[in-house]
């Protein structure tokens, strides 16, 4: 007998004639907060986190405040993904900065001091980032980098988490292949229980709060 | 320190080397205390902390009465997705299932994020056998993975370390200048392990949770090496046990309200990584392996009185808020798993015959029970552990297959102890008996030396005083005050 057979075989006797008890029904989403509360809170959490929240107009100021950051920051590489807002990002910047591109070299991408994405998603709630990858292809300029610098539009900015499951789900599939929480710059209390912000992933996390996307 | 592995059977000697430990115990203290603290403030901001606490338990019990049905969908739905999913009857079988794969991809260079499960089959131990040794890459993890020690705690895994402890270690294993400052000691690991992760051609992770619905695994973390692990490597190896499989992907939330505040007092941890299948156009691995862990599961799921220990979720926090643990850490407990969870849980695993000490390590004081966040009710099974371990009762579990079902020993009671309790019962089974006894009692206590008992009584009295007899008993006092 095979391993599968044999343990669900097990379980199924070992559970004869147990009695189920009812699954609760999912949780219903609470109502919508309003956008200047989300924002407020949303920003809020993420600075507790570690995070640095900044309004921007539109997808030009966006791409404009990242080329600064990058010249401020003294950056030599910068991974960026493929999200539609930073289109124009080239433009922004500075001569002397590389810019990659999602499907650059593993190599190349893991000696980026910056990296610069998108997000589908935000939770005002937890100050969480939603990344999705069906749309985006933002796991590594996400994760690679030291600093991980964030355009999210205001209106994907979400309530709660419940709201964000909701949204997750797809006709009952999630809504991407890897769907990624980030909720501020890396971190760990493994040593005596004293945090240490930045450890495997970024270091710092900056989020770009987009007013209008269109 | 330590020339040979703990283990339950030895819990009593363990507990008292580590009661002897002062850097220990005073590590532990810190520690504990800091977390209790910051679990209270998490939960004291969820006004409906126990109707949280209510559902969870309700959808882990729902799941587990119909475990082969949630994971035949779970396992259909991976499958769909992408995802290969493979079953281990025991920890021989996961492992092996781990090192095959990694050999015929001529994967040899591994890393591997924290992961219970993967303690539990000592799956380190088992590819370090055939060269192929997964670096351990959270923090906790990768330290005492350089000290060649295994984790004291489910959540931090080096809470028995102090800082300089493991400055010394830094300085030892990796030349490094002498610091005790865990910011310099982080970045540190942060470099060095940046190359592992570079170079590594498969990653190994465990599992939060998986979605039946959906097929699809959670991670969660807070430094960002189980994301490194599940998306550099060209394959992910994710084990799961059996009993990690909830029913929908919006039961999610649920437990993601629950489980970082209960272990690290955090609303959410850093990242949670949500993988359906292989993702390699999302810049992720190629393949995606799921390894099914049963490894004695399957027989706790069939005692329906026992059959809750598998709702643990692995937050650490009754750990954290037992007056045992607090004082002796985790190693004593001899297992992989510690503390009241450990106290269950393993001699479940293993069997009471080499692990029914465990469930004696308690003073039933019910703290774990409060802070459980699915609501196991540890001290009950605690005591129905007791009782079957001095009954010489069979636990519902085998080490592995093939083995001859294994029973703990049967009852331990001597004759003198017997006869002790038998003249115990005809003292007190008579008024006139008992005063003369207690009369007698309380005469005997006056003599200096009466109190130091005898025999069996005197291992009692170790760690523990006697109780002093009153001078004039209440039975007394009652009839003169009510004269």
Redesign the interface.
Known sequence: MNARAAILGAVRDGLRGASVPPLPPPVEPPAPLAVAERIARFTAVQQKLGGVVEAVADRRAACARVGLLLAQKGAAVVAASDAPLLAGLGDYVPADVALLPPDAPRERLLQADIGVTGAQWGIAETGTLVLASADERHRLASLLPALHVVVLPVRALLGTLGEAFAALQRDGAPAARTITFVSGPSRTADIELTLVVGVHGPKALHVLLVRDDG | MRVSPLTPETFADNARAALADATLTG?LR??TD??AERRAAAIGAVPDWQELRT?AA??K???L????AY??EF?ANATK?GATV????DAA?ACAIVRDLAQARGSKRLVKSKSMATEEIHLNAALAQDGREPVE????EW?IQLAGETPSHII????H???EQ?GALFVDKLGIPPSSD??L???E??TR??AH??AADLGISGVNFGVA??G?ILVLE????A??TT??PAVHVAVMG?EKVI????D???F??LLPRSG?GQ?????????????P????PRELHIV?L?NGR??I????LMRQTLACIRCGACLNACPVYQSIGGHAYGSVYPGPIGAILTPQLQGLHSAGTLPFASSLCGACKDVCPVKIDIPSLLLELRRRAVAGEQVPAAPSRGAAPTTSKPARRKPLEALGWRVWSWVTRSPARFRLATAFARLGQKLPFAMRLFGPMRAWQSSREAPKLAARPFRDRWRGDAR
Do not use: C
């Open positions: 590590a810190r520690a800091t977390f559902r309700a959808i019990a729902h799941t009465a119909r475990l082969d994971l035949e396992t997705a493979h079953w281990a009857r079988e890459t959270d923090l906790g330290i931090v895994p080096a809470i370390k102090t800082k493991i865990p910011q000691l982080a970045a690991a942060r392990l940046r992760f570079a619905e959906t699809t807070n430094e960002g090496n994301r490194m998306t550099l059996i029913p929908r992907f919006g999610l939330e649920t993601l309200r690290t609303h959410l941890t850093t990242y949670q990584s949500m993988l359906t299948g292989p993702d156009m999302g810049q992720g099914l049963d399957s027989r799921v069939a005692d329906e």
